[in-house]
C-alpha cells in the first residue's frame, strides 16, 4: 500500500519554465489537496479536489493549475514559474474534505521546489 | 492576526522533561482541532486530535479551551525521539470547508 506518492522529491526550475508535480493516492480517496510550505509560515491551501473531474481554488492559488481526471491522480502545474514559487509542495489526500479530519489527512512525502 | 498562531520556538528541553506547547485561533466558527507532528524535511502526520473533554495518548496530553480559544500539547518524559515540529490544525465551515494550520513550534529533546 503505497499511500500518497509525489515525484520528483526535487526539482530546480528556472525562472519562466513549467511543469507539473505528480501526486497519485492508491486509497480510493475523493478528497485531494496541494499544499505548499514555506519557512515560518503554516502549509497554505493552493488547490484541491473533491472528487474526479471537480476543483476548486485554495488560498493561494495564483501561478498554479489542477485537473482532476481520476480519483488516483491529482496533477499540480506551474505555467510559468516564479522565484516566489520556491517552497516545499505537499499533495494530501482524504475521506472527506476537511484535509485533517480522522482517519486523518495522508501526505505525500513532499516536493522541494527553487525556482532561480 | 494569523488565525492561528503559535510560539515558533525552540523549545530546548532535556530528556524526561515535561513540555508544553499552547496554540490559539482566532475564528470561533473552528470546528474540529488536531495536532500534527512533523519531522525535518519530512511530511507531517496526525499525533492526535484535541476535544474540550481533554484526551490523552500515552505521554502526549491534549486540550482544548473553546472559551479562550486555545489548545495545548503536553508531553511527557520527553524523548529524543520527540525532536521536531508541532503544527496546531484548525478546520472551520465559513461557507466552505477550511483547514487553517499553524506555522508549528520545534521541539528539541536533548540527552
Known amino acids: 500500500n503505497a499511500g500518497v506518492t509525489q515525484t520528483p522529491k526535487f526539482q530546480v526550475l528556472k525562472t519562466g519554465q513549467s511543469m507539473t508535480l505528480q501526486c497519485a493516492q492508491d486509497?480510493?480517496?475523493?478528497?485531494m489537496s496541494w499544499y505548499r510550505q514555506d519557512p515560518g509560515m503554516g502549509l497554505r491551501l493552493i488547490h484541491y479536489s473533491v472528487g474526479a473531474g471537480i476543483t476548486d481554488q485554495g488560498e493561494v492559488p495564483n501561478g498554479y493549475n489542477v485537473s482532476r481526471s481520476t480519483t488516483e491522480d491529482f496533477p499540480l502545474r506551474l505555467l510559468s514559474a516564479a522565484p516566489s514559487q520556491t517552497s516545499v509542495y505537499f499533495c494530501a489526500s482524504s475521506t472527506n474534505p476537511w484535509a485533517t479530519e480522522l482517519p486523518g489527512a495522508f501526505f505525500g512525502q513532499g516536493t522541494r521546489l527553487t525556482v532561480v | 492576526r494569523k488565525e492561528v498562531e503559535q510560539d515558533p520556538g525552540p523549545f530546548n528541553v532535556p530528556e524526561g522533561a515535561t513540555v508544553a506547547f499552547n496554540c490559539t485561533y482566532s475564528?470561533?466558527?473552528?470546528?474540529?482541532f488536531f495536532w500534527y507532528r512533523q519531522d525535518c524535511r519530512k511530511e507531517p502526520k496526525l499525533l492526535m486530535s484535541?476535544?474540550?473533554s481533554g484526551n490523552e495518548d500515552g505521554r502526549f496530553t491534549a486540550q482544548l479551551n473553546r472559551a479562550s480559544q486555545y489548545i495545548s500539547l503536553l508531553i511527557r518524559d520527553s524523548k529524543l525521539s520527540d525532536s521536531a515540529t508541532y503544527l496546531c490544525v484548525v478546520n472551520l465551515y465559513t461557507g466552505g470547508f477550511k483547514t487553517i494550520f499553524g506555522a508549528g513550534t520545534r521541539l528539541f529533546v536533548k540527552a
Open positions: 484535541v476535544y474540550s
Open positions: 486509497m480510493n480517496h475523493e478528497y
Open positions: 475564528n470561533s466558527a473552528s470546528q474540529s
